[in-house]
C-alpha cells in the first residue's frame, strides 16, 4: 500500500523557516516523481513544486520561487520542502503527492494527509 | 500560466440524478486534464486523468470527455458519498487547478 506521511508544519512568524519532510513507503521511490501541493484554509489547490526521480528536473510555482527548494533522499525514501522568508500567504495544509503511474499521463496519483504551515507573528 | 475556470462553482443535486461539471482551459490543453475529488479534511483523490481515463477503483458513474480548451466531468447517478468539492487541473505545462465546483447532495 502506497503511503505518503508530511510532518514538519507548524506555527513560524513571518520571515521564518520551516522544513517540512514526507516519508514515503509501498513503491519504489526512486522511480517516481515527486510534488508538493499547498491548500490556504478555505481555498482551493495550488502547486508548488516538482523534482524528479533523479533529481536532474526541479521546478516551482512562481509565487514561491526564491524562498522555497525541493530536495529528496531516496535512500531514505523521503521528500523535503525547505521554506524560507515565509509570508503569511504561505499559510497552508501541504500535501506531497507522487505523480502518476505507467500511463504515460501526468497527474497527481497518491496524497498524504497533509501538514499545516501557519504563518503568523 | 494557463488559467482554470470550473462552472458552476457549486451546485445542488439529489440522488440519482446526473451531474456535469465544466471546466474551461485559457489555451488549449490537448486531453492533459485531470478531475480530483475532495472531502472536508481530507486530501484530494484522483478520479479522471488523460481526461478520460478512469483511475482504478473509481465507480464507473464518474466519467470525463473533452479536449482542447473544454471537459467536463459527469457523475450518471449521483449517490450520498458524491457529496465533496472537484477540481480539474491541467498538466499540459506548469500545473494549475480550477478553482473547485463544491456539490451538494439534497
Known amino acids: 500500500e502506497v503511503q505518503l506521511v508530511e510532518s514538519g508544519g507548524g506555527l513560524v512568524q513571518p520571515g521564518g523557516s520551516l522544513r517540512l519532510s514526507c516519508a514515503a513507503s509501498g513503491f519504489i521511490f526512486s522511480t517516481y516523481g515527486m510534488n508538493w501541493v499547498r491548500q490556504a484554509p478555505g481555498k482551493g489547490l495550488e502547486w508548488v513544486s516538482y523534482?524528479?526521480?533523479?533529481?536532474?528536473?526541479?521546478d516551482y510555482a512562481d509565487s514561491v520561487k526564491g524562498r522555497f527548494t525541493i530536495s529528496r533522499d531516496n535512500a531514505k525514501n523521503s521528500l523535503y520542502l525547505q521554506m524560507n522568508s515565509l509570508r503569511d500567504e504561505d499559510t497552508a495544509v501541504y500535501y506531497c503527492a507522487r505523480e502518476g503511474g505507467s500511463s504515460g499521463w501526468n497527474y497527481f496519483e497518491y496524497w498524504g494527509q497533509g501538514t499545516l504551515v501557519t504563518v503568523s507573528s | 500560466d494557463i488559467q482554470m475556470t470550473q462552472s458552476p462553482s457549486s451546485l445542488s443535486a439529489s440522488v440519482g440524478d446526473r451531474v456535469t461539471i465544466t471546466c474551461r482551459a485559457s489555451q488549449r490543453i490537448s486531453s492533459h486534464l485531470n478531475w480530483y475529488q475532495q472531502k472536508p479534511g481530507k486530501a484530494p483523490k484522483i478520479l479522471i486523468y488523460g481526461a478520460s481515463s478512469l483511475q482504478s477503483g473509481v465507480p464507473s458513474t464518474f466519467s470525463g470527455s473533452g479536449s482542447g480548451t473544454e471537459f467536463t466531468l459527469s457523475i450518471s447517478s449521483l449517490q450520498p458519498e458524491d457529496s465533496a468539492t472537484y477540481y480539474c487541473q491541467q498538466s499540459y505545462s506548469t500545473p494549475t487547478f480550477g478553482q473547485g465546483t463544491r456539490l451538494e447532495i439534497k
Open positions: 523534482i524528479s526521480s533523479s533529481n536532474n528536473i526541479i
